[in-house]
């Protein structure tokens, strides 16, 4: 999804943003990029996602031992779980 990207000139000194605001003296614009806040909340809630999704497949392999001569069982399982996860979170949706 294609988030629209905002070019503004916002004060480096004092943080203004193309708004007369009281100027602490040291006034230089630049250009920044901003994103609506629905956006990056969407943005957010879906790395939070992620983030929580992988969480949980690093924490299997790190508590889970297997037992003598299932090692390979279970690290098929485990692959399994993160080719799930995957599929819940393609690249680029």
Same mark, same amino acid.
């Given at each position: 999804?294609?988030?629209?990207?905002?070019?503004?000139?916002?004060?480096? &000194?004092? &943080?203004?943003?193309? $708004? =007369?605001?009281?100027?602490? &003296?040291?006034?230089? $614009?630049?250009?920044?990029?901003?994103? =609506?806040? !629905?956006?990056? $909340?969407? !943005?957010? !809630?879906?790395?939070?996602?992620?983030?929580?999704?992988?969480?949980?497949?690093?924490?299997?392999? !790190? #508590? #889970?031992?297997?037992?003598?001569?299932?090692?390979?069982? #279970?690290?098929?399982?485990?692959?399994?779980?993160?080719?799930?996860?995957?599929?819940?979170?393609? =690249? &680029?949706?």
């Amino acid at each position: 999804m294609e988030v629209p990207r905002y070019n503004i000139w916002q004060c480096v &000194g004092c &943080g203004r943003i193309e $708004d =007369p605001q009281p100027c602490v &003296g040291i006034c230089r $614009d630049v250009r920044v990029e901003f994103v =609506p806040a !629905a956006a990056h $909340d969407a !943005a957010m !809630a879906r790395l939070s996602g992620e983030i929580e999704a992988l969480r949980e497949i690093v924490r299997r392999i !790190a #508590t #889970t031992s297997p037992r003598t001569g299932e090692s390979e069982r #279970t690290w098929k399982a485990l692959q399994a779980r993160a080719r799930e996860v995957l599929m819940e979170f393609p =690249p &680029g949706a």
